[in-house]
């Protein structure tokens, strides 16, 4: 089966660098996503790492490593707004289906 | 520029009772998914389709049906609503199987079983 995890919850400043991690067990890798959820909203997308290294848009970069079947999410200079719920998802399979993570609730503190 | 539309909003069934949650994409997506959400949850797969004609089942698709007939609709259907099906579901369409094809959402049908 397919199994990922992150934390549940992760508090950061406003103006700091928060870093939000997943790792996850898989077979038929594909890809590693992040998505952006806010409270009563639809998850949009952010980030798409296929191969080892750091991908960056913006004040937001996604990390991962094939071998130690891992990435990351960094966030910079943070803001009020990104208060919200951050998933990784697996991309795997025949299909290429994608699985969701259970979320990372951030919280920015002023 | 519509994207994922889903009816409805919000619904409110009795046990028992069957609903067909609709979803329709304008985009010209192959692949088409449904996600259901329970409070302070990650995101489920209940089933998903790869293109008119074709579906398959995902993590949790006890209690549920779909069908894709053309490319645009992927409606889910709820045969005998159970108090367990009280969640909120979404819709999500992407172009296909490319790498980088991120997948665009609705947004969400929040249905309570009572």
Not at chain 1, 98 to 103: D, E, I, K, L, Q
Not at chain 2, 48 to 66: F, H, L
Not at chain 2, 88 to 99: K, M
């Amino acid at each position: 089966g397919q199994s990922l995890e992150q934390p549940s919850e992760v508090t950061a400043v406003e103006g700091a660098i928060v870093q939000i991690n997943c790792t996850y067990q898989t077979s038929g890798f594909y890809g590693l996503s992040w998505y952006q959820q806010h409270d009563g909203g639809a998850p949009t997308f952010l980030s798409y790492n296929a191969l080892d290294g750091l991908e960056e848009t913006g004040r937001f970069s996604s990390f991962l490593s094939r071998s130690d079947s891992y990435g990351y999410l960094l966030l910079q200079e943070l803001q009020m707004k990104d208060s919200a719920s951050y998933f990784c998802a697996v991309t795997s399979g025949g299909y290429q289906k994608v699985t969701f993570g259970t979320g990372t609730k951030l919280q920015v503190i002023p | 520029n519509a994207g994922v539309t889903q009816t409805p909003k919000f619904r409110i069934l009795k046990i028992g009772q069957s609903m067909t949650l609709q979803c329709t994409q304008d985009m010209n997506h192959n692949y088409m998914y449904w996600y259901r959400q329970d409070p302070g949850m990650g995101l489920k797969l209940i089933y998903y389709s790869v293109g008119a004609g074709i579906t398959d089942k995902g993590e949790v698709p006890n209690g549920y049906n779909v069908s894709r007939s053309t490319t645009e609709d992927f409606p889910l259907r709820l045969e005998l609503a159970a108090p367990s099906q009280t969640s909120v579901y979404f819709c999500a369409s992407s172009y296909g199987s490319q790498i980088n094809q991120p997948q665009h959402f609705g947004d969400g049908t929040r249905l309570s079983i009572l």
